[in-house]
């Protein structure tokens, strides 16, 4: 008998992002077999929203200031192999998309890649700095026991590495931000004045009011334009190779598709 596909699910953590909800949404039900929305305490409509989506499920659980805390709320309800955690204002980009079936049916713990901070999308720009790229991301994670967020780090959540088997990174596969095209300058302010409030951090300062300090606007080598995909075949080639002799090396192949 042929080996059963890995299946995959998106993980979200948000509250009060009705608005910003669907077009996430449409993206994840393009490639997810399920998608989680834990939600913190909404008050608008964002229960309605995520159960209009057939394979999304809405669960309620008090946001209490630590990320990490929620990250685990949807990895105790996975049904799922594999979790991609998305935010509320990200979306996965073209070259990732193409990577899941292989990445899938591997055997690494984890899949970490580098993420865009948009500052346009017509031409297609991020913000190239040492706070902004590549501001590596682990967020595919296989579903394992072991596999918990620390909730001791609040934020800037991660899963310590004895947690977690062999990690792979992507370098041409990115995960897309458009936090600096969705908000103005003063919801920008607001948002690191929050973050001040609580802790002091002069990474949020540099990396929410980048105009502010020293970086380039420079051309996304993969982007989303008006539904559909750009990129460069290349870099998907490029990443698969790199897939290939890091698997090879730690015996990172399980059996399934690709």
């Not at 059963?4 to 998106?10: F, H, K």
């Not at 393009?30 to 834990?38: K, N, Q, T, W």
């Not at 500052?119 to 720009?125: V, Y």
Request: charged share 30%; proline share 6%; aromatic share 10%.
């Amino acid at each position: 008998m042929a080996a059963r596909s890995a299946t995959l699910a998106v993980g979200i953590i948000g509250q009060d992002q009705a608005a910003r909800l669907p077009p996430l949404l449409r993206h994840a039900s393009r490639f997810a077999d399920e998608i989680l929305y834990v939600d913190g305490g909404s008050t608008d409509d964002s229960r309605r929203v995520v159960e209009g989506f057939a394979r999304a499920r809405f669960i309620s659980h008090p946001f209490d200031g630590n990320f990490a805390r929620q990250r685990n709320v949807v990895m105790e309800n996975l049904r799922a192999d594999w979790v991609l955690f998305l935010d509320t204002d990200e979306l996965a980009g073209p070259q990732l998309l193409r990577l899941l079936p292989r990445l899938l049916a591997s055997g690494f713990g984890s899949v970490s890649m580098p993420r865009y901070w948009l500052a346009s999308e017509r031409p297609a720009l991020y913000v190239d700095s040492p706070r902004h790229y590549p501001d590596r991301q682990t967020r595919l994670i296989r579903n394992r026991p072991g596999a918990r967020y620390d909730e001791s780090r609040p934020v800037h959540e991660w899963i310590p590495r004895q947690r977690r088997d062999p990690v792979l990174r992507l370098s041409r596969a990115h995960l897309l931000h458009y936090c600096l095209l969705w908000e103005d300058r003063a919801a920008r302010e607001r948002k690191v004045a929050r973050y001040e409030s609580s802790r002091h951090d002069p990474l949020n300062r540099e990396l929410y009011l980048y105009e502010d300090f020293p970086h380039r606007l420079r051309p996304c080598r993969e982007a989303w334009l008006d539904g559909g995909a750009s990129g460069r075949g290349t870099d998907t080639a490029l990443d698969l190779l790199r897939f290939g002799a890091y698997a090879l090396r730690h015996g990172a192949f399980t059996g399934g598709d690709g």
